[in-house]
T-cell receptor, first 118, second 114 residues
Framework: AQTVTQSQPEMSVQEAETVTLSCTYD???????LFWYKQPPSRQMILVIR??????QNATENRFSVNFQKAAKSFSLKISDSQLGDAAMYFC???????????????FGTGTRLQVTL | DADVTQTPRNRITKTGKRIMLECSQT?????MYWYRQDPGLGLRLIYY???????NKGEISDGYSVSRQAQAKFSLSLESAIPNQTALYFC?????????????FGPGTRLTVL
């Protein structure tokens, strides 16, 4: 079974600084996708960034980027130039590729609560 | 208008009561999901449906049932609610097939069972 581990229950960053949230996963599948979701106080789940396992290049979305280390099964999220609006719970999630038994079923980590201070 | 809606947004009920949470979507997606979120546990899959005639159990389906009334509607029922079903419930949708690369979540329903 696939597992996703987020070992940092809480993190804090100063406005304009950079923070990295950690995520590791375990799978025997070779085809899969990884995601970071943001959940602000409004509780809406918002997709921040996704990474296809077959792509070597790390995904980037504006101030958000990932460090995908496939051999180490690590998928960290870096937030640059942190803003007050980045304060939220962040979830790492895994999904198997289309031909796997876990296709379309997201497995989530337990989340990291990010605080942004002035 | 939101693409994925959930009703009610908040609900307080008593132990033993039957309750239904509803999800509707206007995205035209085939696949729909119900997740439960508990503090410290992340989101866990309860049930999922790939089309109206295809319903599957997730990792924590005990105590829950679902109904896919139409492509756009997917309901979650608690036949006899118990306090440990107090949680935040999310509905999600996705396209399926080769383009199935993202799940879109509703705003969540906060359920409290007293």
């Amino acid at each position: 079974a696939q597992t996703v581990t987020q070992s940092q229950p809480e993190m804090s960053v100063q406005e304009a600084e950079t923070v990295t949230l950690s995520c590791t996963y375990d799978t025997s599948e070779s085809d899969y996708y990884l995601f970071w979701y943001k959940q602000p106080p409004s509780r809406q789940m918002i997709l921040v960034i996704r990474q296809e396992a077959y792509k070597q290049q790390n995904a980037t979305e504006n101030r958000f980027s990932v460090n995908f280390q496939k051999a180490a099964k690590s998928f960290s999220l870096k937030i640059s130039d942190s803003q007050l609006g980045d304060a939220a719970m962040y979830f790492c999630a895994y999904r198997g590729g289309i031909n796997t038994g876990t296709a379309s079923k997201l497995t989530f980590g337990t989340g990291t609560r990010l605080q942004v201070t002035l | 208008d939101a693409d994925v809606t959930q009703t009610p947004r908040n609900r307080i009920t008593k132990t033993g009561k039957r309750i239904m949470l509803e999800c509707s979507q206007t995205k035209g997606h085939d696949r729909m999901y119900w997740y439960r979120q508990d503090p410290g546990l992340g989101l866990r899959l309860i049930y999922y449906s790939f089309d109206v005639k295809d319903i599957n159990k997730g990792e924590i389906s005990d105590g829950y049932s679902v109904s896919r009334q139409a492509q756009a509607k997917f309901s979650l029922s608690l036949e006899s609610a118990i306090p440990n079903q107090t949680a935040l419930y999310f509905c999600a949708t996705s396209t399926g097939g080769l383009a199935d690369n993202e799940q879109f979540f509703g705003p969540g329903t906060r359920l409290t069972v007293l």
